[in-house]
């Protein structure tokens, strides 16, 4: 195993040199070999997809001040620095991965808006298996009503009850009144059932329905009514109808459902 990793590694670290000889390279897409980070999806073009997403959804501004939870190693980042414009266009994003906000930190430091990143060692099975902290009482880093748009792609889809719950809170807490939240969830809505095809998911003790019950946090989807009494406790008011994913069986806007809430004045 370890002998194959180091091949893999290797052809990884060749094709990373070749793009950057041949000019393909872009300095905000991170090497091959740092592509754990990101999951299975194309990084440029996930990237390019959500942008539309903001734009069209959640109303983006080139003022906006962006808060990104779970940026991992800017795949949002990317698209948004040819939007956000100084003074007040700003973006702040957190993730667990060390070594993905470390790369950020070195790539984005002579963007014409401010961007910043934060690590927070917290404990996640997938991400960052050996942090200490409890997601569940994580307070953001950052001062109450500090954010005209908070975006989470593909993060609740990977956190447990109170996890979600506390980010929800958190996000609220952190939005200016009037402020949205852009986020993505597997939504299971009694109402629009999914295809017999969808994935399989399981009950837990909590609101959470998950795919693998040995790795829970891999996959995991909440119920409709849920979610909304959850943005309700926290100040958040769903924004537009949430848009369904793919990941039902039927054609989406996106492989996950998409869901803007805003910030009561």
Known sequence: MVVRRAAISAR?????ALDAVSGRGDALVPPRRCMGFVGDSDFRATGEEFLG???ALAGL??????LDIGCGIGRMARVLVRVLEPPHGSYDG???SRDGIQWCQKRYAATAALFRFTHV?????EYNPRGGGDARRLRFPYPEASF????????FTHL?????????????RVLAPGGRLFSTWILVDEQRPPEPGAPPLHQTAGAALVADPSAPEAMVAYPREWVAARLADAGLALHVPYQRGSWTGDPGASFQD????????
Do not use: K, M
């Open 94 to 96: 957190f993730d667990v």
């Open 53 to 55: 997403h903001f734009h």
């Open 258 to 265: 998409l869901l803007v809430a805003t910030r009561r004045v």
């Open 160 to 172: 447990l009850d109170g996890a979600v719950a506390n980010y929800l809170a958190e996000a609220g």
């Open 121 to 125: 060692d917290l404990h996640h099975p």
């Open 148 to 155: 005209d748009l908070a975006i989470a792609t593909s993060v």
């Open 61 to 66: 501004r080139a003022e906006d001040r962006v």
């Open 12 to 16: 990884l670290r060749i094709a990373d």
